[in-house]
């Protein structure tokens, strides 16, 4: 077993994973793995390589062979590279999601980016953020949380952060996506969406972010030994 703790946040999208994970990660000085941008880069890299959306083959030497770099600009915001080029805008869309969301189903791009996942396990630490940390790439992590809410408050949220971004889109027409979304992910036949027996499931749909990330952070120090930070 690795010597190096890891903490697998999985969940549906909306669900507030990909913010808790940063905090925690920022809290412990953990390092941290978004499992979804790298499906996302897939995706997108396809596009732009002109391949057919349903070649699997394709998309698979893609994501063996993908050029992404993860970093931070000077005001601390998050930037994503593919081949030198910052993406951060068509990755975080709505398309990138849906798109992600299918290449995610095919077994061999799965594959091929299993052991990339599990090779952001470093010291101090890693929180993983994803759907199937916890149940395919890091099942031996000390601590899997799984975090759910209801599909009408994560379109909601979704929505928000939308109209923020100065897009304009049908709250009922997002509400179906992530229906959709959910159905697909739960039921595609390699490494479905699901919570795992030994995570512990937080329902946040009437919690604020600080709260989640308290309860992970509480439960961090529980199960992992000399945290390398305390929570605010």
């Known amino acids: 077993m690795s010597t190096v703790p890891v903490i697998a946040i999985d969940g549906p999208s909306g669900s507030g994973k990909g913010t808790v994970s940063r905090r925690v990660a920022e809290a412990l000085g953990y390092h941290l793995l978004d499992s979804g941008a790298l ?40 930037r994503i590279l593919l081949e030198g080029n910052d993406v951060t805008g068509p990755v975080r869309s709505e398309r990138a999601g849906a798109a992600a969301s299918r290449v995610a189903a095919w077994p061999s791009v799965r594959q091929a980016l299993l052991e990339r996942q599990r090779a952001y396990r470093r010291l101090p630490g890693l929180v993983a953020d994803g759907r199937d940390m916890g149940s395919v790439v890091f099942t031996d992590a000390e601590l899997k949380v799984f975090l759910t809410a209801s599909s009408e408050e994560r379109a909601h949220r979704r929505h928000k952060q939308l109209k923020e971004k100065g897009l304009s889109v049908n709250l009922a027409a997002l509400s179906a996506e992530i229906d959709e979304r959910d159905r697909r992910d739960a039921s595609r036949e390699v490494a479905p969406l699901v919570a795992c027996e030994d995570a512990v499931t937080i329902d946040t749909t009437s919690l604020q972010v600080d709260s989640v990330v308290k309860k992970v952070l509480a439960l961090a120090r529980a199960r992992i030994p000399a945290p390398r930070a305390e929570e605010d």
Do not use: K, M, W
């Open 39 to 78: 499906y996302r880069l897939v995706a997108l890299a396809g596009e732009e390589a002109g391949l057919d959306p349903d070649d699997r083959d394709g998309h698979a030497a893609l994501a063996r062979s993908l050029a992404a770099v993860f970093t931070f600009d000077e005001q601390g915001n998050e």
